[in-house]
Nanobody, 123 residues
Framework: QVQLVESGGGLVQAGGSLRLSCAAS????????MGWFRQAPGKQRELVAT???????DYADFVKGRFTISGGNGQNTVYLQMTSLEPEDTAVYYC?????????????????WGQGTQVTVSS
């Protein structure tokens, strides 16, 4: 099994910053992609940013250079540095990972999600 443990959410004023962290642990053969999604009340879950093991990074358009994803380097962790936060960024942020795991008989790749961490930006 694989666990994703997140930390770093909280309450911040508009214009402030937060840093989210996520660590993957368990029977991991390789981490193929890690990143962050978010879900605001009444809205669908949406991509924020992801990065592959090869270093390829995708950002949502709304990030607009305000957020930076980092991590990897074989440490099965990912971070999201968020600056210039806006009230519209208020949401539950979920860590995402696409991981190849080891079983007794084989390897298989599947997706995992963290439990979510609340980010609230006040105006």
């Amino acid at each position: 099994q694989v666990q994703l443990v997140e930390s770093g959410g909280g309450l911040v004023q508009a214009g402030g910053s937060l840093r989210l962290s996520c660590a993957a642990s368990g029977s991991i053969f390789s981490v193929n992609r890690m990143g962050w999604f978010r879900q605001a009340p009444g809205k669908q879950r949406e991509l924020v940013a992801t990065m592959t093991s090869g270093g390829s990074i995708d950002y949502a358009d709304f990030v607009k250079g305000r957020f930076t994803i980092s991590g990897g380097n074989g440490q099965n962790t990912v971070y999201l540095q968020m600056t210039s936060l806006e009230p519209e960024d208020t949401a539950v942020y979920y860590c995402y990972a696409h991981i190849t795991i080891l079983t007794i008989f084989s390897r298989r790749a599947q997706e995992y999600w963290g439990q979510g961490t609340q980010v609230t930006v006040s105006s």
